[in-house]
Structures are given as structure tokens and as C-alpha cells.
């Protein structure tokens, strides 16, 4: 009997590399490789290496389950639980793109993307932005347009981060917030101040 690799297509480590230049731009290469798995990008986007390692291995991960969900189940047990609507909404969400195993993330023209900066999915970052390296953007937030996040900061799950705001290096912003244009995050600190669903 014949056998079958990557029967679900995951990406290959080798494949990663020539997906940025020696400037650590992404490449043609890269884009066509990014688009493969669900991620957009404009042009003159840089991303190091470690991130897009992230990104593959998230979605090998993705595509290769370790158990079969049945989304009935859980969400009756996350009521049961007590889970906020707005997580329920967010899992239906996340089944869409489930099911088109597309990761749904958008990067805009212009942005550099450090080591080791998690992107979850159906994340959307903008025009010109700096994420700099170990920060953390959770599922469906949205960074917009000229937006620079420290070193180490943290934007919880589906939260927005408007325009030309800079969020301080260990900053977190807590679930469901929306940081006002040109804003300013103190280091260290923890934003929880405009829930999105009030």
C-alpha cells in the first residue's frame, strides 16, 4: 500500500527558507507561501524568520488536530461554563475559517514584524506598523494604520488598536478593548478601559 504525506498539506520546514532577502523583506516567494496558508501581505512587509517558523507551525498545527472537535459539544459545555457570548462568537468565526483552513491574517504595506511575535488567527495589522519582537496579538484584534507596539506587548483577543497609538513595551491590553487613535500605553501596564461590548 502506498503511503501518503501530508495528507492534510502542511508546509514543510524546508519550504521556509528564501521566504525573506538579506534586508529581511518577504519575498516573492514568501508572499506565495503566506497566501498558501490564509496570510495577506502588502508590499515591502518585513517579518523575521522565527515569526514565520511561528506562522507554519501554528497552521501544521491547525491542520493537523490532535483530537476531532465536535463544536456542538463544546459550546453547550461553554455555556455550561459560563463562556461570554462574545467568545461564542468568536468560535464561529474561527469554524469559518476552519473550514477553508485559512489562518484569515492580513499584514499591511510597510510593516515590520520582529522575532518571535505570535499572530493568532483572523488577525488584521495594518499600514506601516512596528511589532516588535516576543509581542502577542490574540484572534481577530486589529491593528490599524502606524500603530507601534513594544517589545514584549501583549493585545488580547479581539480587541482594536487604533491608528498611531503606541503601546509600550510589556503593555497588555485585555480582551475586547479598543485603544483610541494616538493613544499612549504606559510600560508595564494593563489597559482595560473601552470594552467593546457594553
Known sequence: MAKVYHIFGVIPEHEIDGMVDEQGFITAKGQKLLKRIGVETGSKVSIKKSTIRSLINLYNEWKRPHRRIDPEIELIVGKFLGTPE????????????????????????????????????????????????NCGICIFSTIHDKVHLGKSAFV??????ESESRIMPKAVIAPRNIVKKKSLIAEGSVFNQSNKYQ
Not at 488580547?156 to 488598536?161: A, E, L, Q, T
Open 86 to 133: 462574545e467568545d461564542i462568537y468568536l468560535e464561529e468565526r474561527l469554524d469559518e475559517l476552519r473550514q477553508s483552513f485559512r489562518m484569515g491574517i492580513k499584514i499591511g504595506e510597510g510593516t515590520r514584524i520582529g522575532e518571535d511575535v505570535m499572530l493568532g488567527l483572523g488577525v488584521s495589522i495594518g499600514k506601516f506598523c512596528e511589532i516588535s519582537d
Open 156 to 161: 488580547g483577543k479581539d480587541s482594536d488598536v
